[in-house]
C-alpha cells in the first residue's frame, strides 16, 4: 500500500514563501510521477504542478508558473513544493499526489493513483 503525507503547510503573509513535502512509501517512488494540487474552501480540486519520475520534466499551472517550483529526491522518496510570492488567492488545501500509470507530468487528476491528506495553507494580506 502506497502512502504519501503531507508536511509544511502554514500562514505566510503575503508575498512571503513556504515549501511543502510530500514523503512517500510502500512502492519504488521513482517510478512515480507527482503532483501537486490544492483545493480552496467552495471551489474544485486544481492542479498546480507535476513532475516526471526522473525529475527532468515538470509543468505548472498558469496561475503559479514563474512562482512555485516542483521538484523531487528520489533517494529520500520525497517531493517539494517550493512557493514564493505567495498571494491569498494561494490559500488553499494543498494535496501531493503520485500516478504510476504515466511517466509524463500530468494534470489530470484522474491520472493519480494515490493522494496525501492535504496540508493548509494561509496567505495573509
Known amino acids: 500500500q502506497v502512502q504519501l503525507v503531507e508536511s509544511g503547510g502554514g500562514l505566510v503573509q503575503s508575498g512571503g514563501s513556504l515549501r511543502v513535502s510530500c514523503g512517500v512509501s510502500g512502492r519504488t517512488f521513482s517510478t512515480y510521477v507527482m503532483g501537486w494540487f490544492r483545493q480552496a474552501p467552495g471551489k474544485e480540486r486544481e492542479f498546480v504542478a507535476a513532475i516526471s519520475w526522473s525529475g527532468s520534466s515538470s509543468y505548472y499551472a498558469d496561475s503559479v508558473k514563474g512562482r512555485f517550483t516542483i521538484s523531487r529526491d528520489n533517494a529520500k522518496n520525497t517531493a517539494y513544493l517550493q512557493m514564493n510570492s505567495l498571494k491569498p488567492e494561494d490559500t488553499a488545501v494543498y494535496y501531493c499526489?503520485?500516478?504510476?500509470?504515466?511517466?509524463?507530468?500530468?494534470?489530470?487528476?484522474?491520472?493519480?493513483?494515490?493522494w496525501g491528506q492535504g496540508t493548509q495553507v494561509t496567505v495573509s494580506s
Open positions: 499526489a503520485a500516478a504510476f500509470r504515466t511517466r509524463s507530468p500530468s494534470t489530470s487528476i484522474n491520472q493519480y493513483d494515490y
